[in-house]
């Protein structure tokens, strides 16, 4: 591919156009025309229709001389080149509800799948990709024999109308029957909504549901899955209600219900597009226009602290690794009843940093019922089981990109919170004299007699340069003070989770060291759990 900024350098708006310009252009146009196999028409380049209309080759003449080309078109993929490896993307016609059915996307990704005119050697799709594909591939047959519309395409629009307008089941069974009965004889529309999710079983994303303890105690899983009472506080799994005789007997109504929806399948989704896997890579891959300044994760000092211990899982580009983010909201509204939950995400820091916080690549994984109190450990314990799992194992995948199938690990690297989120996720105090989660006991304070509570005002000028000008100043900070301490040391992982291996625990139970012994695993393990991650992922972060 020659240098094609002719395109954009050559044209200005209001006509002006080069030499150069005009003589590519009608280049351009002599062969993407010449490669059509039927019809006078194909896709449009220019910055109106961005290759989403088909136009005629004198309309197309007209749209690149008002319009110019769309950004960013530098390999003509529409239009012969086999980066998209095909001769012709075939864009389904998808109109008022493209953006909630995001159909067009999937379908591109499937004739990307199929229609292979690179010469590389492409590999058989791993199980979960195979399966995405072969769905697709069996969609593709027209509504019916007078349109253009896919089975697939009609699906997806309806379900997002009834989505979008809160349809019930039967009224969609309704709508369905309605519109089949209006359309010619022989068409392949479902005529129920049990038929639809048949067809798009394999968009179909993991989720479970998981019965808590109303105390959070323990998860009824693994080995509490047959579990009628918990094992630790006996509190009832199900709601009991009075029997009539004085006893009291189990709904099949849980008390409390975990919501589970596991990151992995959905990273791995992201790998079965072909823009979305080099997208993964960009963390080692990617140019930066400003190699001295912090614009990715990757450049950071924990990142690079991984990667110099662990050479072998950072030397491949498609590793993922993942941000926790967590925060109690409540969903009814502030006026509303006192209730609050904990959703938490998952982030993959992989991709760009434009990309990165978008919010299809921001993945809601539990939601938490009510205050987490001391139990994060249990409520996240299928998470982690998951990142354990991909962390020793792998997880099989298939990168689009490559057309290959590789071993894919994820880990854990970040977590995002406020400062009380914090305290509750890391199990670290973050009241009275240990707020800081970096100086801990090393920072220090002043006593507010009249307040009645410790100030850190002007205890930050130890972090000041030692000949900064403020650390000398007795009279703009507190009275007849210069500063001449060093700031504290900031603490490894490693360090942190020897304190906390140290920790002596309360057997009765209650406050701060409650807290930390639920979060190291060890109650945990006593109701038969596993233990929590920070034992396992703390000797390999920078906290």
Same mark, same amino acid.
């Given at each position: 591919?020659?240098?094609?900024?002719?395109?954009?350098?050559?044209?200005?708006?209001?006509?002006?156009?080069?030499? %150069?310009?005009?003589?590519?252009?009608? @280049?351009?146009?002599?062969?993407? #025309?010449?490669?059509?196999?039927?019809?006078?028409?194909?896709?449009?380049?220019?910055?109106?229709?961005?290759?989403?209309?088909?136009?005629?080759?004198?309309?197309?003449?007209?749209?690149?001389?008002?319009?110019? #080309?769309?950004?960013?078109?530098?390999?003509?993929?529409?239009?012969?080149?086999?980066?998209?490896?095909?001769?012709?993307?075939?864009?389904?016609?998808?109109?008022?509800?493209?953006?909630?059915?995001?159909?067009?996307?999937?379908?591109?990704?499937?004739?990307?799948?199929?229609?292979?005119?690179?010469?590389?050697?492409?590999?058989?799709?791993?199980?979960?990709?195979?399966?995405?594909?072969?769905?697709?591939?069996? *969609?593709?047959?027209?509504?019916?024999?007078?349109?253009?519309?896919?089975? #697939?395409?009609?699906?997806?629009?309806?379900?997002?109308?009834?989505?979008?307008?809160?349809?019930?089941?039967? *009224?969609?069974?309704?709508?369905?029957?309605?519109?089949?009965?209006?359309?010619?004889?022989?068409?392949?529309?479902?005529?129920?909504?049990? %038929?639809? =999710? +048949?067809?798009?079983?394999?968009?179909?994303?993991?989720?479970?549901?998981?019965?808590?303890?109303?105390?959070?105690?323990?998860?009824?899983?693994?080995?509490?899955?047959? *579990?009628?009472?918990?094992?630790?506080?006996?509190?009832?799994?199900?709601?009991?209600?009075?029997?009539?005789?004085?006893?009291?007997?189990? =709904?099949?109504?849980?008390?409390?219900?975990?919501?589970?929806?596991?990151?992995?399948?959905?990273?791995?989704?992201?790998?079965?597009?072909?823009?979305?896997?080099?997208?993964?890579?960009?963390?080692?891959?990617?140019?930066?226009?400003?190699?001295?300044?912090?614009?990715?994760?990757?450049? @950071?000092?924990?990142?690079?602290?991984?990667?110099?211990?662990?050479?072998?899982?950072?030397?491949?580009?498609?590793?993922?690794?993942?941000?926790?983010?967590?925060?109690?909201?409540?969903?009814?509204?502030?006026?509303?009843?006192?209730?609050?939950?904990?959703?938490? #995400?998952?982030?993959?820091?992989?991709?760009?940093?434009?990309?990165?916080?978008?919010?299809?690549?921001?993945?809601?994984?539990?939601?938490?019922?009510?205050?987490?109190?001391?139990?994060?450990?249990?409520?996240?314990?299928?998470?982690?089981?998951?990142?354990?799992? @991909?962390?020793?194992?792998?997880?099989?995948?298939?990168?689009? *990109?490559? +057309?290959?199938?590789?071993?894919?690990?994820?880990?854990?690297?970040?977590?995002?919170?406020?400062?009380?989120?914090?305290?509750?996720?890391?199990?670290?105090?973050?009241?009275?004299?240990?707020?800081?989660?970096?100086?801990?006991? @090393? =920072?220090?304070?002043?006593?507010?007699?009249?307040?009645?509570?410790?100030?850190?005002?002007?205890?930050?000028?130890?972090?000041?340069?030692?000949?900064?000008?403020?650390?000398?100043?007795?009279?703009?900070?507190?009275?007849?003070?210069?500063?001449?301490?060093?700031?504290?040391?900031?603490?490894?992982?490693?360090?942190?989770?020897?304190?906390?291996?140290?920790?002596?625990?309360?057997?009765?139970?209650?406050?701060?060291?409650?807290?930390?012994?639920?979060?190291?695993?060890?109650?945990?393990?006593?109701?038969?759990?596993?233990?929590?991650?920070?034992?396992?992922?703390?000797?390999?972060?920078?906290?």
């Amino acid at each position: 591919m020659d240098d094609r900024a002719w395109m954009y350098t050559g044209w200005k708006c209001g006509g002006q156009l080069s030499g %150069e310009w005009i003589d590519k252009t009608e @280049a351009f146009l002599d062969g993407a #025309f010449a490669k059509l196999k039927g019809g006078n028409t194909t896709w449009c380049p220019c910055n109106k229709c961005a290759n989403t209309h088909r136009q005629t080759r004198e309309i197309m003449t007209n749209h690149l001389c008002n319009y110019g #080309f769309t950004r960013n078109y530098t390999r003509w993929t529409y239009h012969g080149e086999d980066n998209r490896m095909r001769d012709e993307v075939v864009r389904q016609r998808i109109e008022e509800h493209d953006a909630d059915a995001g159909v067009a996307d999937m379908l591109d990704d499937f004739h990307e799948a199929h229609f292979d005119e690179g010469r590389r050697e492409e590999e058989e799709p791993e199980a979960t990709a195979k399966a995405y594909y072969d769905m697709l591939a069996a *969609a593709q047959q027209p509504l019916h024999g007078h349109t253009k519309v896919s089975q #697939f395409d009609a699906i997806g629009r309806l379900m997002a109308v009834k989505s979008q307008f809160t349809l019930s089941r039967d *009224a969609f069974d309704v709508m369905l029957q309605v519109i089949g009965s209006m359309l010619p004889e022989g068409h392949i529309l479902p005529k129920s909504m049990y %038929e639809a =999710l +048949k067809l798009l079983r394999a968009l179909k994303m993991p989720y479970e549901q998981i019965h808590a303890c109303p105390k959070g105690c323990i998860l009824f899983r693994k080995e509490h899955n047959e *579990a009628k009472y918990c094992p630790k506080c006996e509190s009832s799994r199900f709601v009991e209600v009075d029997s009539g005789d004085g006893q009291k007997r189990q =709904l099949a109504v849980p008390v409390k219900v975990l919501r589970y929806l596991p990151p992995i399948p959905r990273i791995q989704r992201l790998f079965m597009t072909e823009e979305s896997a080099k997208q993964m890579t960009w963390h080692k891959m990617g140019t930066r226009y400003n190699p001295d300044k912090l614009v990715h994760p990757s450049d @950071a000092q924990s990142w690079t602290h991984f990667d110099g211990i662990h050479h072998h899982k950072a030397l491949e580009a498609r590793n993922v690794r993942v941000a926790l983010a967590t925060d109690g909201f409540n969903p009814y509204g502030m006026s509303a009843a006192p209730y609050t939950c904990w959703p938490m #995400f998952v982030i993959p820091p992989n991709l760009p940093p434009g990309v990165i916080f978008q919010r299809q690549n921001i993945f809601l994984s539990l939601i938490i019922p009510g205050h987490l109190g001391n139990n994060m450990s249990v409520y996240v314990d299928p998470l982690i089981d998951d990142l354990l799992g @991909a962390w020793d194992d792998g997880v099989w995948t298939y990168d689009r *990109a490559t +057309k290959t199938n590789f071993r894919m690990y994820v880990w854990y690297h970040y977590s995002l919170h406020d400062l009380p989120a914090y305290g509750i996720f890391c199990g670290w105090c973050v009241h009275g004299k240990f707020p800081c989660p970096v100086c801990k006991a @090393a =920072l220090m304070f002043i006593w507010l007699r009249k307040g009645g509570k410790y100030s850190s005002f002007d205890k930050h000028r130890q972090f000041l340069p030692l000949d900064h000008p403020f650390r000398r100043d007795k009279k703009n900070f507190t009275k007849g003070v210069e500063v001449k301490d060093h700031p504290p040391q900031m603490m490894t992982g490693a360090n942190i989770r020897a304190q906390l291996d140290g920790l002596v625990i309360n057997a009765e139970g209650g406050g701060l060291w409650d807290m930390v012994s639920n979060m190291l695993g060890r109650r945990s393990r006593a109701c038969g759990g596993s233990p929590i991650w920070l034992t396992f992922f703390f000797h390999i972060t920078l906290i």
